[in-house]
């Protein structure tokens, strides 16, 4: 282990503006050949030993689901109760059989990767931080000045509705394949919205009713070879704030899930595609459905890990402007666990910090006297 290194908050500030201005991202520390990772990606004592004491090499890993008969009459409702088991015990499964192509996900994929590995004075137009919540902005960690420390990762961050960008707007060298593979991610998304409602025993048409699937974010991720991968991050542990999450990615791992009180490494499922539920997801399912805690280790390898993330939010919030638990799954025996939140609460609550698990939910959490 390195010595700790020691900076005040003024030198910190000036090493991140220094590392963002100048629009090199992770890779391009990467790619230099450095040998030790700079101060701002130094991670605490405690979320580094944490790394080593409780990751587990769980026998069953995620759940699997196969969706292939999907549309018979015989296995349709084992497919609901798999999807509505795995959505409450674990938070995150993977879906096989989806109906994307093989080589839609590889051509995502090599799109991304291809982005990425641009000469640094062409992704350099893209890079910004005014632009969260819409357009297309590429950057090195969302949240460099709100976290406690930088992650060993870069993004692409494409929202691609309620307010598509245009297309010119779009990196040229990935714009086909993003703007395809949004379509493929939201039908699968759907799907699995299906699944999720009748699990509830609502009908298969509410969620997306409720327009559920109808914001999207597509995320573009590169996790590049780490010098120390014991020193950092690729991702901290997090809950994401919406609905559901779907996943692709390549071979190269890193992916964790909390499971209880252990850490379970996410094996690359060759093509398969990973759904996880959000903490907007577990309020208005009234905790049926849970969010759970899931980081990315730096990346330990000599090739790239990369994820393309679909991040699935509604675009109409209810009249008043507040949402909570769906008064359909409430009941004297099953009283409402949340209080209702805004708009406003939910926005401020995700980009007034860095990321972190569950603080939505635990704000609007209902206490009750024993």
Same mark, same amino acid.
């Given at each position: ?33 450095? *040998? #030790? ?6 991670? %605490?004592?405690?979320? $580094? @030993?944490? +790394?080593? =004491? *409780? #990751? ?6 995620? %759940?699997?689901?196969? $969706? @292939?008969? +999907?549309? =018979? ?298």
């Amino acid at each position: 282990m390195a010595a700790a290194v020691t900076t005040t908050s003024s030198d910190r500030m000036e090493q991140l503006k220094e590392f963002d201005e100048s629009k090199m991202g992770v890779k391009g520390l990467s790619d230099s050949g450095v *040998s #030790t990772i700079p101060s701002i990606f130094l991670h %605490p004592p405690e979320t $580094l @030993s944490d +790394l080593k =004491s *409780s #990751t587990t090499s769980c026998s069953t890993g995620i %759940p699997v689901v196969d $969706l @292939s008969n +999907l549309h =018979s009459d015989f296995h349709r409702p084992r497919i609901v109760e798999q999807i509505r088991e795995a959505a409450s015990s674990w938070g995150f499964f993977h879906v096989v059989n989806h109906g994307v192509p093989v080589s839609v996900l590889d051509e995502t994929i090599a799109a991304i990767r291809a982005f990425h590995e641009q000469p640094r004075e062409e992704k350099a137009e893209y890079y910004k931080r005014d632009q969260e919540g819409h357009g297309v902005m590429y950057a090195s960690n969302n949240d460099l000045y709100r976290s406690q420390a930088a992650c060993w990762h870069d993004s692409l961050q494409l929202w691609m509705s309620p307010q598509p960008p245009k297309a010119e707007d779009i990196p040229e060298v990935c714009r086909r394949q993003v703007v395809e593979w949004d379509v493929h991610a939201k039908k699968v998304a759907d799907t699995v919205m299906e699944l999720l409602s009748l699990g509830l025993g609502l009908e298969a048409g509410k969620f997306k009713e409720l327009t559920f699937s109808d914001a999207r974010a597509v995320v573009g991720i590169i996790y590049p070879p780490c010098p120390q991968p014991d020193l950092t991050m690729g991702m901290t542990s997090h809950t994401d704030p919406g609905t559901i999450t779907v996943l692709l990615q390549n071979q190269v791992p890193g992916l964790q899930v909390k499971h209880g009180d252990a850490w379970v490494d996410v094996k690359p499922l060759p093509g398969g595609l990973i759904i996880n539920m959000g903490d907007f997801l577990q309020i208005v399912s009234n905790g049926e459905y849970r969010s759970v805690q899931h980081r990315v280790l730096a990346n330990a390898t000599n090739e790239h890990r990369l994820s393309i993330v679909t991040f699935f939010n509604l675009t109409k919030w209810r009249e008043l402007g507040t949402y909570g638990p769906l008064p359909e799954l409430l009941s004297p025996e099953k009283p409402a666990l949340y209080r209702d939140f805004t708009l406003q609460q939910f926005y401020d609550n995700f980009y007034s910090k860095g990321l972190d698990s569950k603080s939505l939910i635990d704000k609007i959490k209902i206490t009750t006297s024993s």
